[in-house]
């Protein structure tokens, strides 16, 4: 049986009393690339911030005590004055149990019990939400959701995730492993996607798919300004050197944009007719390219679909930008009554 996370106390408008709140909340980012802490009011307004590499190489002892110093730094900094912790971290992760159940880029992360780990180092009731999920909730209350009850998010990045919001609330599933968006599979002999299936929208649209056509591209023989760019290292190529390339008129570089907003659009189609959002919202990296994504994207909803689909459903930038996770966090931790571990 499924069950829903609650959504933002009035998800047609953030409910402004949340501002009156007089209380400082910590919010956690935890990435593959950087942990990212700020000290927030519930307005969103941020005290400060702390910041430091992700030392992923190093182990999962030394992420988490990254972790916890980064954090720590910031409560003490803000004067002890912070009466919670909320964590987007990347999934499957269980929000119930407060666990890590594996985390792809965090080598080593399998069932690491962040929520008590967190809260018997630091003394105060932490919240855990997957990162993709509440930057779902994050759009909606502070971002290019806002105003909507239905909503569909999606990060394409290194990877593809998600986020579903149904009648304004966050649809996870039974154990929190839910509206992974990127792992729906739309080619049934695709490539092979890191999650184990074949055809997986990550392994056909996001930025390591389209550094992968690049590189499969050039060592066919196709001719491209990519590989100068990349400075003839086929290793340096990334879906933003492919995405300069096409912004300099290179053919291939604009075919793999068109095949990667092609595949991307194929998985929005059935994210319509699965939930009925008035609102899409892409996020990550690889939507810096903008139109060369976008005009793909929409042109393949709209060939795919059937127009009462899609004419009262925007697709649209997201609007938080690297703030997400935070912000994702801050709407996660506004929405619940009572954090876990309280």
Known sequence: MLYWLRGPVNACGWDERMNERNELIALVDLGGSQIRVAISRPSGEFVLRKARPTPAREGPEAI??????????????AGGQVSAISVAA??????????????PNLAGWVNVPL?????????LPVLLGN??????????????ARGHKDV?????????????????????????????LGHNSIMHDGPRCGCGNYGCIEALASGTAIARMAREALERGERSIIASIAEGDPSRITARVVAEAAQAGDAL??????????YLGVGIVNFLYTFDPTVVVLG????????????????TVRKRAPQAYWEHCAIVPAALGDDVGLMGALAY?????RPQGS
């Open 115 to 123: 929520v008590d780990i967190m809260k018997g180092e630091l003394g």
């Open 333 to 337: 931790y506004l929405s619940e009554s």
């Open 152 to 180: 569909i998010y999606l990060t394409i990045s290194t990877g593809i995730g998600g986020g579903v919001i149904v009648d304004g609330k966050l649809l996870v599933g039974s154990h929190g492993y839910g509206a992974e």
């Open 253 to 262: 570089a604009r075919e793999i944009y068109r095949q990667a907003g092609y």
């Open 131 to 144: 990162d993709a999920n509440l930057a779902a909730l994050g759009e909606q209350a502070f971002g290019a």
């Open 90 to 103: 990347p999934g499957p992760l269980d929000p119930k149990r407060g666990v890590i159940v594996a985390a």
């Open 64 to 77: 988490l005590r990254a972790l916890l110093a980064t954090t720590r730094e910031a409560i003490t900094a």
């Open 284 to 299: 990550g990296g690889v939507t810096k390219a903008g139109p060369l994504l976008f005009d793909p994207v929409i042109e």
